[in-house]
Nanobody, 128 residues
C-alpha cells in the first residue's frame, strides 16, 4: 500500500509559478512510477507528467511541455511538479498517483487507468 499526500496548490496569476509536492509513504518507490494528473472543472481527468523512480524516464503531456517539470527527491520520498508560465487553462484539481512499473514496457505509464494509488488532490487556480 502506498499513501500519497499532495501539497502546494493555490491561486496564482497567469504567467506565475507553483510547485506541487507529493509525499509518499508505505513502500520503497524503486519499483514505482509516479504521475501527476489533473481534472479541470467539468472535464475528465487527464495526464500531466510521469516519472519512473528508478531510471528517471519521464513523460509530459503536450500541453505542458517546456513549462512543467517533474522531479523526485529520493531522501524525502517526494515527487514534485514545478509549474511555470501558468495559464488559466491549467486550472484544475491536481492529483499525484503511483503504480508499480511494468519493466517489460519501454515507456513510463502515463494514463490514469494505469495508476492504482492516488492522493486526495490539490486545487490549482490560475487567474487571467
Amino acid at each position: 500500500q502506498v499513501q500519497l499526500v499532495e501539497s502546494g496548490g493555490g491561486l496564482v496569476q497567469a504567467g506565475g509559478s507553483l510547485r506541487l509536492s507529493c509525499a509518499a509513504s508505505g513502500r520503497t518507490l524503486s519499483d514505482y512510477a509516479m504521475g501527476w494528473f489533473r481534472q479541470p472543472p467539468g472535464k475528465e481527468r487527464e495526464s500531466v507528467a510521469a516519472l519512473r523512480w528508478t531510471g528517471g524516464n519521464t513523460y509530459y503531456a503536450d500541453s505542458v511541455k517546456g513549462r512543467f517539470t517533474i522531479s523526485r527527491d529520493n531522501a524525502k520520498n517526494t515527487v514534485y511538479l514545478q509549474m511555470n508560465s501558468l495559464k488559466p487553462e491549467d486550472t484544475a484539481v491536481y492529483y499525484c498517483a503511483a503504480t508499480v512499473v511494468d519493466w517489460a514496457r519501454p515507456v513510463v505509464a502515463s494514463e490514469p487507468y494505469q495508476y492504482g494509488y492516488w492522493g486526495q488532490g490539490t486545487q490549482v487556480t490560475v487567474s487571467s
